[in-house]
């Protein structure tokens, strides 16, 4: 990210990484963070995946992992990869051979943890595929699931043991002269995360892949994702992400480009800044953002949107704002464009002109005719 001469302490200070391939979204040096989700349909449903590998492009995944459990999910990967509009993960445990059909069928990356694949014989068969069908490969750390003699060691799960297997892991893929390689140390616990992600961070220079795992439901997991991805990202640890909840995966990507639009290091579609509302709200402040924002979902240009209930705020905010729009007395507000006062609309037509206001200074800003305002 550019540094900014004029706001210094919104600089974000990126660690270097090396720079991979996933498919044609690259990860790490220095590229965008990358959005990631997962579906949680049956694999073997091609039609069902693809809907949702669909839904969740369209919100902005630029990549999704998809479950290879068994023989029948690794032959249906076949057509959802030939047929995913964003590159494919496949995720793959203990079964080594899921990981060179999952390969062979055209997965972009391959989740595996090359030490829980058995032998060294079938560890090398694994990354000879993927060398052969120009597949990376994500070493996937999880506290919940660390090796028995590293648990022995440390007593329990910790950071040091997630490290530890993750070095480990990174060393057999190296030994195997295969470098096109990220990693992740996940934990539920957002202490415990963030600790091993730093402590990764300082041994390799491979690009890294965020989680907090298992965070929760749509609320407590994006809050505890936001505090614990949201300090990595602020250190400029993490060159790709996925936000775990239980939820629909479309609901993981936007709050994943939620974080990552509040720290300013990716922009997407219209930031709406708005005011809580109080007594003084020209009109329904709450109401039209819920409206706003679903009207304006089909928006990918980033930019920025004021709603604010009344004088107080709403000339301030709108100076810095694309579109603004400030409640007013007798049933009408103030339209701002560019940061200035435009013209007067009344709160009844005010959804349906914002929405064209916004379109049209959507299309004006990719045609090149206008620069965004302040869209971070
Ligand atoms: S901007 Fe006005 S309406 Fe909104 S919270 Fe502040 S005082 Fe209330």
């Given at each position: 990210m550019s540094h900014n001469p004029v706001r210094p302490w919104r600089n974000i200070d990126r660690r270097e990484s090396r720079r991979i391939m996933v498919g044609n979204v690259p990860v790490g040096g220095g590229a965008p963070i990358s959005v990631q989700t997962m579906t949680n349909t049956i694999t073997t449903d091609v039609k069902g995946t693809l809907d949702q590998i669909i839904r969740a492009?369209?919100?902005?995944?630029?990549?999704?992992?998809?479950?290879?459990?068994?023989?029948?999910?690794?032959?249906?990967?076949?057509?959802?990869?030939?047929?995913?509009?964003?590159?494919?993960?496949?995720?793959?445990?203990?079964?080594?051979?899921?990981?060179?059909?999952?390969?062979?069928?055209?997965?972009?990356?391959?989740?595996?943890?090359?030490?829980?694949?058995?032998?060294?014989?079938?560890?090398?068969?694994?990354?000879?595929?993927?060398?052969?069908?120009?597949?990376?490969i994500r070493i996937g750390v999880n506290a919940g699931s660390l090796e028995k003699h590293l648990l022995e060691k440390y007593g329990e799960p910790c950071p040091d043991a997630m490290v530890e297997s993750g070095m480990d892991h990174i060393k057999i893929l190296q030994d195997h002269d295969f470098h096109e390689f990220k990693i992740s140390?996940?934990?539920?616990?957002?202490?415990?995360?963030?600790?091993?992600?730093?402590?990764?961070?300082?041994?390799?220079?491979?690009?890294?892949?965020?989680?907090?795992?298992?965070?929760?439901?749509?609320?407590?997991?994006?809050?505890?994702?936001?505090?614990?991805?949201?300090?990595?990202?602020?250190?400029?640890?993490?060159?790709?992400?996925?936000?775990?909840?239980?939820?629909?995966?479309?609901?993981?990507?936007?709050?994943?480009?939620?974080?990552?639009?509040?720290l300013g290091l990716r922009h997407r579609g219209v930031n709406i800044i708005s005011c809580p509302s109080c007594a003084r709200q020209g009109f329904d402040v709450i109401k039209t953002v819920e409206a706003l924002e679903k009207r304006l979902e089909h928006i990918k240009t980033p930019m920025s949107l004021s709603i604010i209930g009344c004088v107080v705020n709403g000339p301030g905010e709108a100076l810095m704002t694309d579109v603004g729009f400030t409640g007013g007395g007798a049933g009408s507000g103030m339209v701002y464009l560019a940061g200035k006062a435009s013209h007067k609309m009344?709160?009844?037509?005010?959804?349906?002109?914002?929405?064209?206001?916004?379109?049209?200074?959507?299309?004006?800003?990719?045609?090149?005719k206008v620069e965004a305002q302040a869209a971070e």
């Amino acid at each position: 990210m550019s540094h900014n001469p004029v706001r210094p302490w919104r600089n974000i200070d990126r660690r270097e990484s090396r720079r991979i391939m996933v498919g044609n979204v690259p990860v790490g040096g220095g590229a965008p963070i990358s959005v990631q989700t997962m579906t949680n349909t049956i694999t073997t449903d091609v039609k069902g995946t693809l809907d949702q590998i669909i839904r969740a492009a369209e919100a902005g995944a630029d990549i999704v992992r998809v479950s290879v459990p068994d023989e029948a999910s690794a032959k249906a990967m076949k057509e959802i990869c030939r047929e995913s509009p964003v590159p494919i993960v496949a995720d793959i445990h203990f079964h080594y051979k899921r990981g060179i059909e999952a390969a062979e069928a055209g997965a972009a990356c391959l989740r595996i943890n090359p030490g829980n694949i058995g032998d060294e014989k079938r560890v090398a068969e694994v990354i000879k595929a993927a060398k052969d069908h120009n597949c990376s490969i994500r070493i996937g750390v999880n506290a919940g699931s660390l090796e028995k003699h590293l648990l022995e060691k440390y007593g329990e799960p910790c950071p040091d043991a997630m490290v530890e297997s993750g070095m480990d892991h990174i060393k057999i893929l190296q030994d195997h002269d295969f470098h096109e390689f990220k990693i992740s140390v996940k934990a539920s616990d957002v202490f415990m995360a963030a600790a091993a992600y730093q402590m990764l961070a300082e041994q390799t220079d491979a690009p890294i892949h965020l989680g907090i795992t298992e965070a929760g439901g749509l609320m407590s997991g994006t809050i505890k994702s936001a505090i614990g991805m949201g300090n990595l990202l602020w250190m400029g640890i993490g060159d790709t992400l996925r936000v775990s909840l239980s939820a629909d995966p479309v609901e993981e990507v936007k709050v994943g480009y939620e974080i990552l639009k509040g720290l300013g290091l990716r922009h997407r579609g219209v930031n709406i800044i708005s005011c809580p509302s109080c007594a003084r709200q020209g009109f329904d402040v709450i109401k039209t953002v819920e409206a706003l924002e679903k009207r304006l979902e089909h928006i990918k240009t980033p930019m920025s949107l004021s709603i604010i209930g009344c004088v107080v705020n709403g000339p301030g905010e709108a100076l810095m704002t694309d579109v603004g729009f400030t409640g007013g007395g007798a049933g009408s507000g103030m339209v701002y464009l560019a940061g200035k006062a435009s013209h007067k609309m009344s709160n009844a037509q005010m959804i349906d002109h914002i929405v064209e206001e916004v379109e049209k200074r959507a299309e004006a800003i990719e045609d090149g005719k206008v620069e965004a305002q302040a869209a971070e």
